[in-house]
């Protein structure tokens, strides 16, 4: 019996080598590969060097830290994608073909205002459409929230993104307007041309600086250099809402967050001429396969679940 050649040593496995290409491909890094990989970087290597050898053409070039597609890798990853893609989800795909479609886990991540105030009617939608599907909410945020995505611990995530990375889609559906809250009484929830100079003199409840709500405030007071102080930080608009009846300090907080239930101890007054409208939407790893149950999920986040609200204030609604 011959000698199989070194070169092909590796073929009795093809589809490692494919699958580490493919994530390098989509992360442009080596590191971040091997983290989803749960493998070390030099494995990851070596098995980027072999294909290479295999298919006689370099697949990537390196463009500072980035690891970039070359016209031959870009020809292999459109090949290669959907064949890891199909393997790697084939044990789901087969247990719902036996089960049924509706069958099996969906797992979404999403932030605490987002389970609290915009997914019931989501879910409760899902539950009477597919009640045979196990539902399971990850209340992340942030980065914990991203790195559920990129490492295939959830199909899908629901939430708020400013700047939306390289490796994954955002698709905005919903808008809630930015408003100022203030307890009844404050000298701003009467303020006729409310300007964003008069909340100057008051301190600021907000959520921890790691989160969207806080950099976007920073933003905006800081390009039109206006000077702000904040009294609190803390997690939760729940809390911030309770707090700032208490009359601990003044909140700058998405609409999404208000129910009829606050209307009795705070003032809402819209500062949608200073701050951009929040969306909120479903995001996903690019190139994800994405199962029924989780396409069926996204079919259901459409626009006009949430009508437009008329914000309370100090006895008008902001129109």
Same mark, same amino acid.
């Given at each position: 019996m ?8 590796y073929k009795g496995d093809?589809?490692?080598?494919l699958r ?18 749960f493998?070390? #970087?030099?494995a990851?290597?070596l #098995?980027? #060097? ?8 370099r ?8 690891f970039?597609?070359t ?10 994608r959907?064949?890891?893609e199909g ?8 247990r719902n073909?036996?089960k049924?479609? #509706?069958?099996?886990?969906?797992h ?5 205002s ?5 997914l019931?009617?989501?879910?409760q939608?899902?539950r ?10 990850h209340?992340v ?7 559920l ?5 959830c199909?899908?995530a629901v939430?708020?993104m ?8 955002y ?11 203030c ?6 929830a ?18 921890p600086?790691?989160?969207?709500t806080?950099?976007?405030? +920073? ?5 039109r250099r206006?000077?702000?102080t ?5 997690g939760?608009?729940e809390v911030?809402k309770?707090?700032v009846?208490?009359?601990l300090?003044i909140?700058?907080?998405t609409?999404?967050?208000?129910t009829?239930a +606050?209307q009795g101890r705070?003032v809402?007054?819209?500062l ?5 409208? %929040? ?5 996903v %790893?690019k190139?994800k396969?994405l199962?029924p149950?989780? %396409?069926?999920?996204? +079919?259901?986040?459409k626009?006009?679940?949430?009508e437009r ?5 100090s ?5």
């Amino acid at each position: 019996m011959s000698e199989i050649p070194p070169r092909y040593y590796y073929k009795g496995d093809r589809l490692k080598p494919l699958r580490a290409f493919c994530q390098v491909a989509r992360l442009g890094s080596v590191s971040r590969a091997a983290e989803a990989l749960f493998l070390s #970087q030099p494995a990851v290597t070596l #098995q980027l #060097q072999a294909l290479e050898r295999d298919v006689g053409h370099r697949l990537f070039e390196r463009i500072g830290r980035r690891f970039s597609l070359t016209r031959e890798g870009t020809v292999l990853y459109e090949l290669a994608r959907p064949l890891v893609e199909g393997i790697d989800g084939l044990d789901g795909e087969f247990r719902n073909r036996i089960k049924g479609l #509706q069958a099996g886990e969906l797992h979404v991540a999403a932030g605490t205002s987002t389970i609290l105030y915009l997914l019931p009617p989501l879910v409760q939608a899902y539950r009477e459409r597919h009640p045979e599907v196990q539902l399971v909410l990850h209340n992340v945020t942030g980065k914990d929230g991203l790195g559920l995505l990129r490492g295939d611990g959830c199909d899908l995530a629901v939430g708020s993104m400013l700047d939306v990375p390289t490796d994954l889609s955002y698709a905005p559906v919903y808008s809630f307007e930015p408003m100022l809250i203030c307890p009844k009484g404050h000298p701003l929830a009467d303020k006729p041309d409310l300007r964003l100079e008069d909340l100057s003199p008051y301190g600021l409840i907000l959520p921890p600086r790691r989160l969207t709500t806080w950099r976007l405030v +920073d933003l905006v007071f800081q390009q039109r250099r206006v000077p702000y102080t904040v009294a609190l930080e803390v997690g939760g608009w729940e809390v911030i809402k309770q707090y700032v009846a208490m009359g601990l300090g003044i909140s700058i907080v998405t609409g999404i967050c208000l129910t009829g239930a +606050d209307q009795g101890r705070l003032v809402a007054r819209s500062l949608g001429e200073y701050f951009p409208p %929040r969306s909120y939407g479903v995001v996903v %790893r690019k190139g994800k396969y994405l199962s029924p149950r989780a %396409r069926a999920f996204i +079919d259901l986040v459409k626009p006009g679940l949430f009508e437009r609200r008329d914000y309370f204030d100090s006895g008008h609604s902001e129109r």
